[in-house]
C-alpha cells in the first residue's frame, strides 16, 4: 500500500515510526517543513519526504497522482482537512484522518443549538465517495477512532441496550520544567475545548451546552486514579449515534482546573482566535502565536512522565438482561512509549490506530467506500491487531 502521509507533526513522526515496523506500507511524508518530512522518513527506507502545503488543495492533488498514492492519510490540524479530503475525492484516492472538518457555532443560540457541526462538511459529500468507490475512513485516531470501535464492541458483544455511552480521557502526566506544557497540539486543544460542546439524547438529537460543562471526578484505571472531566466538543458525539443506538453519548475530557483557567484566560483576551490581526503591518493569528510561544508536544517526550488514558464507559442492559456498566481502555506509559518508538505517550497512542487501520484495509479485513467512521467496521480484528502490535487494550466492569 503506497500512502501519502500529511503533516510530520507529533502525531505524523511517531505514525512513520510505527508504520516503520509493518511490512505493509510504503510512505511519501509530505509537510509544509521538509526538513521535517525528511526527519520522520529516517524511519524506514521504504519513506521519502517532500515539500507541500496542505492548503494547496491541486498540490496535493498533483501529489497523489504522480506518486500513484492508494490513500491519502491526514495527520494535519482540522483546519486542513477540507483541502485534503476534496484533492483525495478529486483524484479518487482513498481517505484517513484523525480529526474532522471544523464547526462553527449556531448564531444566536450557541449553548443549546447545533451550528455547523464536526464532520457536516464531509458528510455532505458522502454520495460523490459511494459514486467513486472509495473509502474515507474519519476519526480513526485514538479519541476519534479507538473511543467509537470500543462502543461498537461493547454494542455488539455486552449489551442489548445502552442508556449512556461516554468516552472518557484522562492522565496522570506530568511535563518537568513547564509551568504550562500541553501535550497534544494547542492550536486543536483550544478548538476542542473552547467550542459549545456536543451532547447527543436519543429523544432530542444533537444539542450544545456551554464549555466546561457537566464536571464529573471519572476513576481512571492503572493507577491515575480520580479526575474531575468536563464536557468537550468531540467527533464521537457526532459519529457513534450515527451508527449505534444509545440514549445518550457524552465526550469529557480530564482538563484540571489550571487548564481550564488557561483557556478561559486566553479566550477573555482573543487569544484563541483564528482570523488574522494585524501587528506591526503584519497580519498573524493569534492563536498561532499562542502555539508558537509554547513547546512543541513532539519535543516533550524527555520530560514527561506519567500515563495517558482513552476509554469509552458505557452503561445500559447486559446481554443477560441484568443492569451493566463497563469501561473499555487503552492506557499507555510514556516510558514506554519514549524508550520503544522515540515518540511520547499522547501522540503516539493516537498514531497507532490509523497505522492499524490501514494494515486491516490493506489485507482486506476491513473495507468499505463512502464515508465512514471506525464504529461502522468490524471492531475485532481492530482490538487483536492491536493487542500484536504490543500495545494491549483492556476492561473494567464497573
Known amino acids: ?10 502525531v505524523g513522526t511517531a505514525f512513520a515510526r510505527i508504520a516503520a515496523r509493518r511490512p505493509f506500507a510504503e510512505l511519501v511524508i509530505a509537510d509544509y517543513d521538509l526538513g521535517r518530512a525528511q526527519r520522520a522518513a529516517a524511519a524506514s527506507d521504504r519513506f521519502s519526504a517532500v515539500r507541500l502545503d496542505a492548503r494547496d488543495e491541486q498540490a496535493v492533488a498533483d501529489l497523489l497522482t504522480a506518486h500513484s498514492a ?4 491526514n495527520a494535519t490540524d482540522p483546519r486542513f482537512v477540507m483541502p485534503l479530503y476534496r484533492a483525495a475525492l478529486r483524484t479518487s484516492t482513498n481517505y484517513l484522518d484523525m480529526a474532522m472538518s471544523l464547526s462553527h457555532p449556531h448564531q444566536d443560540a450557541p449553548y443549546s443549538r447545533t451550528g455547523v457541526k464536526l464532520g457536516d462538511e464531509q458528510f455532505e459529500l458522502a454520495d460523490a465517495w459511494h459514486e467513486a468507490g472509495k473509502l474515507a ?8 477512532g479507538l473511543s467509537d470501535i470500543f462502543a461498537r464492541h461493547a454494542a455488539d458483544t455486552m449489551f442489548t441496550e445502552i442508556d449512556q455511552l461516554g468516552v472518557r ?6 511535563v518537568a520544567g513547564y509551568d504550562f506544557a500541553p501535550t497534544f497540539s494547542i492550536w486543536t486543544t483550544i478548538e476542542e475545548c473552547l467550542n459549545p460542546p456536543v451532547v447527543w439524547e436519543a429523544d432530542r438529537g444533537w444539542f450544545t451546552t456551554p464549555p466546561f460543562s457537566e464536571p464529573e471526578t471519572f476513576h481512571f484505571p492503572a493507577g491515575i486514579g480520580p479526575v474531575e472531566c468536563v464536557n468537550v466538543e468531540h467527533e464521537e458525539v457526532l459519529l457513534i449515534p450515527r451508527w449505534i443506538r444509545a440514549r445518550r453519548v ?7 482546573e489550571e487548564f481550564i483557567s488557561v483557556l478561559r484566560t486566553l479566550h ?10 494585524s501587528v506591526g503591518g503584519q497580519q498573524v493569528s493569534p492563536r498561532d502565536v499562542v502555539a508558537a510561544c509554547l513547546p512543541d508536544p513532539a519535543q516533550l517526550g524527555a520530560k514527561m512522565s506519567g500515563l495517558t488514558c482513552a476509554g469509552t464507559w458505557v452503561t445500559g442492559t447486559g ?23 522515540g515518540s511520547q505517550a499522547v501522540v503516539w497512542q493516537t498514531a497507532i490506530n490509523p497505522v492499524v487501520a490501514l494494515e486491516l484495509l490493506a489485507e482486506g479485513t476491513w473495507s468499505g467506500t463512502g464515508v465512514l467512521g471506525p464504529e461502522a467496521l468490524p471492531p475485532r480484528p481492530f482490538l487483536d491487531r492491536l493487542v500484536e502490535y504490543g500495545s494491549p487494550w483492556g476492561m473494567q466492569e464497573r
Open 1 to 10: 500500500m503506497r500512502i501519502l502521509l500529511v503533516g510530520a507533526g507529533g
Open 319 to 341: 446481554k443477560d438482561g441484568r443492569p451493566r456498566e463497563v469501561y473499555l481502555y487503552h492506557v499507555v506509559d510514556n516510558a514506554w512509549s519514549m524508550a520503544e518508538y
Open 169 to 174: 480521557d484522562g492522565a496522570n502526566l506530568e
Open 70 to 73: 492508494d490513500v491519502l492519510m
Open 250 to 256: 457524552t465526550f469529557k475530557y480530564g482538563l484540571g
Open 137 to 144: 475512513l474519519v476519526g480513526i485516531g485514538v479519541e476519534p
Open 268 to 277: 477573555k483576551l482573543g487569544l484563541d482566535g483564528t482570523a488574522p490581526v
